[in-house]
């Protein structure tokens, strides 16, 4: 069965950095568009980033562009989200998603139909 497995949240001060990994099975990981959305305390799902199957191609929210950096490695079945001079407003909870139309690679979750539990990210 599909299983997404995120790790590497933290607590951390303002300007320092993260890396969070999100390690997929279950399914053909590497014809999926893979994306990393965060929730905050009593706010909205927002999508913070999401790369195309063969990682060509990333898109990137706004405020997280220039600062975080998506990857993924697919012999290992691994996204990952670097997170550059990380700001309080960037504490949420942070989930790993799967999207299996890698045409329609945007920062939608309406796209995504796997999900996993979250990593916490605490900026202070």
């Known amino acids: 069965h599909v299983q997404l497995v995120e790790s590497g949240g933290a607590s951390v001060h303002s300007g320092e950095s993260l890396e969070l990994s999100c390690q997929a099975s279950g399914f053909t990981y590497a014809t999926y568009c893979m994306g990393w959305f965060r929730q905050a305390p009593g706010q909205k799902r927002e999508a913070v980033a999401a790369?195309?199957?063969?990682?060509?191609?990333?898109i990137y929210t706004d405020p997280v562009q220039g600062r975080f950096t998506i990857t993924r490695d697919n012999s290992k079945g691994t996204l990952y989200l670097r997170m550059d001079s990380l700001k309080p407003e960037d504490t949420a909870m942070y989930y790993c998603?799967?999207?299996?139309?890698?045409?329609?690679?945007?920062?939608?979750?309406?796209?995504?139909?796997?999900w996993g539990q979250g990593t916490q990210v605490t900026v202070s």
């Open positions: 998603a799967a999207n299996p139309l890698g045409g329609r690679c945007f920062l939608n979750d309406r796209y995504f139909d796997h």
């Open positions: 790369i195309s199957p063969g990682g060509g191609s990333s």
